[in-house]
């Protein structure tokens, strides 16, 4: 992970995004519709990415995460918001200057098999971004298509060949190479490796930091897997129904959560310890997560917080840094370092110490293939 100081000496803020909401209406009626209603998807967040930065951005299943990573990229028009890329608010361009736009940004999908063109070859896809943006001519289209295959690990003479003649890691290699075939300065990686065996998991994180730090990419990295977030990302943010409850330093974030919900998750990481793992307190979250069509009032996570207070059933907790650039929104965030017994903040550094395991392992078995 390679960071690049601006003049002054400090890290330049690639993306600067602020107060972010993207909502879609929900309508009853097959021909006079009318709204009954709004999903708040992303709910007013803000955050920023440094040049050459990774940040991480882990929750449960339609917290909003993909949805954040497709309105920072257009994908989705957002509500309302701004989405600074290099001094440029990506919200308020259209037609010609979107496109052009769309060469900087680019995004890695989730599912390799879905995501590829199966009627066409892997050099048509590969080389398809680069015609479009008249990157390249003729023959030097196909030397690039080659020359990227080359980049992210696989046979350039796979260019004929159609995607189901590869495997799902093999696949999303292809869905690496078609991100860069632009020369992006940011992507968005949506859950890359979610969908992918566990040892080709290793092989496609250490391909994406290899790539970060030969071509001095950004990176917002979305996932499920909090050892997979830690081992890419220099900080790592939460979400929860669509807002941002804590974003910190990785380690700090690991060795010290303040959200409640943060401790949550990781009180379910796994702990190959047997002492410990018999201690093991599980931070079980009552009922569902509720619907973003109907958010709760106050915090979005009382109906399920184990140290709820009546404030968080009605006032809404500020995002603020509480120190080092550790952000939380919690009433409680003060205390709830404190009010972790013993035995889980033991847990927490067993969690610590399994996945600086993992990301030796990781490392392992990358370099072993």
């Known amino acids: 992970m390679t960071l690049s100081p601006n003049g002054t000496g400090e890290i330049a803020n690639l993306i600067d995004v602020t107060d972010l909401e993207m909502h879609f209406p929900v309508n009853r009626g097959i021909i006079f519709q009318r709204r009954v209603g709004t999903v708040k998807a992303v709910d007013g967040i803000s955050f920023s990415i440094k040049k050459g930065e990774t940040l991480g951005l882990v929750g ?22 701004n989405v600074i890329f290099e001094g440029q608010d990506l919200t308020k361009l259209k037609g010609a200057e979107l496109r052009r736009m769309r060469r900087r ?7 390799p098999y879905a995501s590829l063109n199966p009627r066409m070859t892997v050099g048509d ?13 003729g023959k030097a289209v196909r030397e690039r298509v080659e020359e990227l295959l080359g980049l992210v690990g696989l046979n ?18 292809i869905g690496i190479a078609r991100a860069l075939a632009v020369e992006p300065q940011f992507v968005v990686c949506d859950e890359p490796v979610s969908a992918l065996d566990v040892s080709i998991q290793a092989q496609v994180v250490n391909l994406l930091e290899e790539l970060q730090q030969k071509l001095g990419l950004t990176y917002l990295f979305i996932a499920h897997d909090l050892s997979v977030v830690k081992h890419i990302s220099d900080r790592v943010a939460v979400m929860y129904l669509g807002k941002m409850v804590e974003l910190s330093e990785g380690a700090a974030l690991y060795r010290q959560p303040l959200h409640p919900y943060t401790q949550a998750l990781l009180s379910a990481v796994p702990i190959p310890d047997p002492k ?3 201690q093991r307190r599980r931070i079980i979250l009552e009922g569902d997560v509720p619907s973003p069509l109907n958010p709760p009032s106050g915090c979005h996570f009382h109906t399920r917080c184990p140290i709820a207070i009546a404030q968080c059933k009605e006032d809404e907790p500020p995002f603020i840094d509480y120190g080092d650039g ?5 009433w409680r965030a003060r205390e709830s370092g404190e009010l972790m017994p013993a035995v889980a903040k033991k847990q927490a550094d067993a969690v610590a110490a399994r996945i600086a395991a993992d990301i030796a392992k990781v490392k ?6």
């Open 326 to 330: 550790h952000f939380a929104a919690c």
């Open 364 to 369: 392992g078995v990358a370099h072993s293939h």
């Open 276 to 278: 410990i793992e018999k």
């Open 125 to 137: 896809i590969i080389g398809e971004p680069i015609r479009v943006h008249k990157l390249r001519e």
């Open 156 to 173: 350039p003479a796979f260019a004929n060949r159609y995607p189901h003649e590869f495997s799902g890691g093999q696949r999303q290699r």
């Open 105 to 111: 940004v680019q995004m890695i999908f989730q599912d």
């Open 60 to 81: 449960e299943s339609g917290c909003g995460k993909s949805t954040t990573g497709r309105a920072i990229l257009q994908l989705y028009r957002p509500t309302a918001g």
